[in-house]
T-cell receptor, first 108, second 116 residues
Framework: EIVLTQSPGTLSLSPGERATLSCRASQSLDSLSLAWYQQKPGQAPRVLIYGACSRATGIPDRFSGSGSGTDFTLTISRLEPEDSAVYYCQQYDSSPRTFGQGTKVEIK | QLQLQESGPGLVKPSETLSLTCTVS????????WSWIRQPPGKGLEWIGD???????NYNPSLKSRVTISVDTSKNQFSLNLASVSAADTAVYYCARDIIGHYYSWGQGILATVSS
């Protein structure tokens, strides 16, 4: 099973600042097989990025994904108040599909 | 736009079987694969398993001995049975459409509580 480790656990930033979230895999992934999700309280997760760097339909361009191998990054270039949420990475390189433990982004 | 809706009992007794159904609307269940994912209160996401429209299934090894996922294309539904539940199975259960391994469309989730 591929373990995904996300860091930091919590990120507290001001509107307009840049957020950098990390996801590290326990073994190398095919670069097309990592997704990022945003989850707000009481809601289902929403896919932001798939294939490590492709934005899902309707996702603002301030969200971007990068990385390959074992190290992946989600960047939110200019934080908006509505970006307050928990963000999860997920790998689909192999079964079982696994998720990271999440990074909570707080907006000051 | 595709919609998914989970249904089933919100309360299940320990050792019994949790049975949930996901109804797909505004789209067809055929030609796609479908997953169940759960989230214990205050915790992260866990993939339970998936089913293809052919009926082929994949399960998380941690749950494999207790899980059955099935599909009814005539009703545009797929289902989850989780046997021998305990308090550790208390979670919000989501159904989702699998697009080459990631999840684009999700149901709103249903809280299933295991308690006597």
């Amino acid at each position: 099973e591929i373990v995904l480790t996300q860091s930091p656990g919590t990120l507290s930033l001001s509107p307009g600042e840049r957020a950098t979230l990390s996801c590290r895999a326990s073994q190398s992934l095919d670069s097309l097989s990592l997704a990022w999700y945003q989850q707000k309280p009481g809601q289902a997760p929403r896919v932001l990025i798939y294939g490590a760097c492709s934005r899902a339909t309707g996702i603002p361009d301030r969200f971007s994904g990068s990385g390959s191998g074992t190290d992946f990054t989600l960047t939110i270039s200019r934080l908006e108040p509505e970006d307050s949420a928990v963000y999860y990475c997920q790998q689909y390189d192999s079964s079982p599909r696994t998720f990271g433990q999440g990074t909570k982004v707080e907006i000051k | 736009q595709l919609q998914l809706q989970e249904s089933g009992p919100g309360l299940v007794k320990p050792s019994e079987t949790l049975s949930l159904t996901c109804t797909v609307s505004r789209g067809f269940i055929s030609s796609y694969s479908w997953s169940w994912i759960r989230q214990p209160p205050g915790k992260g996401l866990e993939w339970i398993g998936d089913i293809y429209d052919t009926g082929s299934t994949n399960y998380n090894p941690s749950l494999k001995s207790r899980v059955t996922i099935s599909v009814d294309t005539s009703k545009n539904q797929f289902s989850l049975n989780l046997a021998s539940v305990s308090a550790a199975d208390t979670a919000v259960y989501y159904c989702a459409r699998d697009i080459i391994g990631h999840y684009y469309s999700w149901g709103q989730g249903i809280l299933a509580t295991v308690s006597s």
